[in-house]
């Protein structure tokens, strides 16, 4: 069994920057695809930020230019960097590791809230 721990949320003014961090129990194959997903009160959960082993990433299109996601195997870890947060960034975001059989392990979610 995997575990995710994510850290890194908070309370941000508009137009600020977060970096949050997801870091695995034990040690996972390169191979997974990790990211992040997020989810606001009232809506969906939805994928902000992946990237699989090969380096390849895929961001959400209402992120794309303002977070990157980074990753480092020899730490089980991924990162997400959130620059020019917006209000509508407010969240609850998801660190997951999908393995390759499409077993997905998730984090217990680390809340961030962009207000003034």
């Known amino acids: 069994q995997v575990q995710l721990v994510e850290s890194g949320g908070g309370l941000v003014q508009p137009g600020g920057s977060l970096r949050l961090s997801c870091a695995a129990s034990?040690?996972?194959?390169?191979?997974?695809?990790m990211g992040w997903y997020r989810q606001a009160p009232g809506k969906q959960r939805g994928l902000v930020a992946a990237m699989a082993s090969g380096g390849t990433t895929n961001y959400a299109y209402s992120v794309k230019g303002r977070f990157t996601i980074s990753r480092d195997n020899a730490k089980n870890s991924v990162y997400l960097q959130m620059n020019s947060l917006k209000p509508e960034d407010s969240a609850v975001y998801y660190c997951?590791?999908?393995?390759?059989?499409?077993?997905?392990?998730w984090g217990q979610g680390t809340q961030v809230t962009i207000s003034s």
């Open positions: 997951y590791a999908n393995s390759v059989t499409g077993y997905t392990y």
């Open positions: 034990r040690s996972i194959s390169s191979d997974y695809v």
